[in-house]
């Protein structure tokens, strides 16, 4: 189906995004044109699952659609035992606080907000081991993603296994620009720990559109179907979160997937606390059947080069008009390069939350912060400085026009060129989880 855009004048801009204490989380929809804010729940189902939510068995228990899901999720993906929760978070949840004793160590490539946080909480520390490549906005490296294993082995040697209950590896990193991490790597990282007995949880949020990276990028790969890398990547994991909002094409859904029975059954007892039962998750019955077959679509090899090529197409039109991104151009979205972009600013002034604000100004379309804001505060109240000071400018998938891609580079180039004018922000409400969401700002 087609939605409405709404078209806006400077000044309704202008009172909005003061309304919103310039940030983009707190305005309403109704008063964005192009929304680019994520494309978490924001893509458009097909007819085939829009047939499927016709299809929905309500019952409290023991749901066709649930058996549906299970079967999709060992048949596409591999795993052994399925809990359906409402979202990603969800899962994070109940794994962090079945895994994570207080002291524990969770090395990662790369934090994500809300996965960290769930570590943090059930009082574990995470502690970064992605290449240092992946921190740099210029390096071109086809799989910035990767694993650092000399960073890993410090932490294993510091901590002793026995601290770490698993090592938590996102497919296709969504802090780093949505940048994939090679098969190669996962397979050493396999070898690395069964030597030291430490589990691989996968966030496999957007693990199909890492198969297709692999696919382009490595050797031995290019002949093989995105279906087949995307079974091979969770083969070397012992378990997996997702959300199944971005690549499985729902507006709403999530699982834990595990091949360990012990987890399960303790899985299946907390998700009846936290969730609902364990055939339903906090879902209704087609939600899952809409997953089952969005995560059958993800798969299909011409849906990600159209998904990725859309993404490709506007990166490039934005480097057409010096427009400093993230490079290589990622899987999920552009990430504009505030650093570079507003360089007259201290990270303290929050250059990237300034830079959306001023895109949406400019006009109507929504970005998020991906820098200072989002990295949060450390669990003594430090700031993180994270050296990646972004915008994301997300693509949902199958929602918008190349023509829409369009007039979001044009009207980026217009901010550039008046950059020099822009001045930054201060905080003036600061929540104390996951800030990025709900804090409010006023310019310098
Ligand atoms: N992991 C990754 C890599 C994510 O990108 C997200 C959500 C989650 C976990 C949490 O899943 O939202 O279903 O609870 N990312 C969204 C985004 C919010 O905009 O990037 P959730």
Not at 376 to 382: L, M, N, P, S, V
Request: proline letters at 3%; one cysteine or more; hydrophobic letters at 40%.
């Amino acid at each position: 189906m087609v939605e409405l855009l709404k078209m806006t004048t400077r000044a309704q801009r202008l009172r909005a995004i003061k309304e919103a204490g310039f940030n983009t989380f707190l305005l309403k929809s109704e008063d964005v044109y192009i929304d680019l804010l994520t494309d978490s729940g924001t893509s458009a189902m097909s007819d085939r699952q829009w047939a499927g939510l016709m299809m929905g068995d309500e019952a409290y228990a023991g749901s066709r659609n649930f058996y549906r899901l299970e079967k999709a999720v060992q048949q596409y993906y591999g795993y052994k035992y399925l809990i359906p929760t409402h979202q990603g978070r969800g899962a994070e949840n109940i794994i962090s606080k079945i895994l994570i004793k207080p002291g524990d160590v969770v090395p990662g490539n790369m934090y994500f907000t809300t996965t960290r946080l769930h570590q943090e909480l059930a009082g574990g520390t995470f502690a970064d081991i992605i290449i240092d490549e992946a921190h740099d906005p210029m390096s071109e490296h086809p799989f910035k993603g990767n694993v650092d294993f000399e960073k890993l082995d410090r932490i294993v040697k510091q901590h002793g296994a026995a601290k770490i209950p698993y090592i938590s590896i996102a497919t296709n990193v969504n802090m780093a620009g949505g940048q994939p991490i090679s098969m190669a790597n996962l397979r050493q990282l396999r070898e690395y720990t069964h030597q030291h007995g430490i589990r691989i949880i996968h966030d496999m949020t957007r693990v199909a559109e890492n198969a297709y990276f692999i696919q382009q990028r490595e050797e031995g790969y290019k002949k093989r179907r995105i279906r087949d890398i995307v079974k091979e990547i969770c083969s070397y994991t012992d378990g997996a979160t997702m959300s199944a909002k971005k690549d499985a094409l729902v507006n709403i859904g999530g699982f834990l997937a595990t091949n360990e029975w012990d987890v399960f059954e303790e899985a299946r007892n907390m998700v009846v606390v936290y969730e609902g039962l364990h055939t339903y998750g906090g879902l209704a019955g087609r939600d899952m059947e809409a997953m089952a077959i969005g995560i059958e679509e993800s798969l299909d090899d011409n849906h990600m080069g159209a998904r990725v090529g859309q993404v490709e197409y506007l990166g490039h039109k934005m480097e057409s008009y010096d427009i400093p991104i993230v490079r290589p151009i990622g899987g999920h979205g552009i990430f504009v390069d505030a650093r570079r972009f507003l360089p007259h600013l201290t990270q303290d002034e929050f250059p990237a939350q300034t830079l959306s604000a001023e895109v949406y100004l400019e006009s109507g379309i929504r970005t998020m912060e991906r820098g200072i804001v989002s990295a949060g505060r450390k669990a003594d109240g430090e700031n993180y400085y994270p050296k990646l000071e972004l915008v994301r400018f997300t693509i949902p998938r199958r929602v918008y026009t190349q023509a829409h891609m369009d007039v979001v580079a044009e009207a980026t180039q217009a901010v550039l060129k008046r950059r020099n004018r822009i001045k930054g922000m201060k905080m003036v409400y600061e929540p104390k989880y996951l800030r990025f969401f709900q804090a409010r700002f006023e310019r310098l």
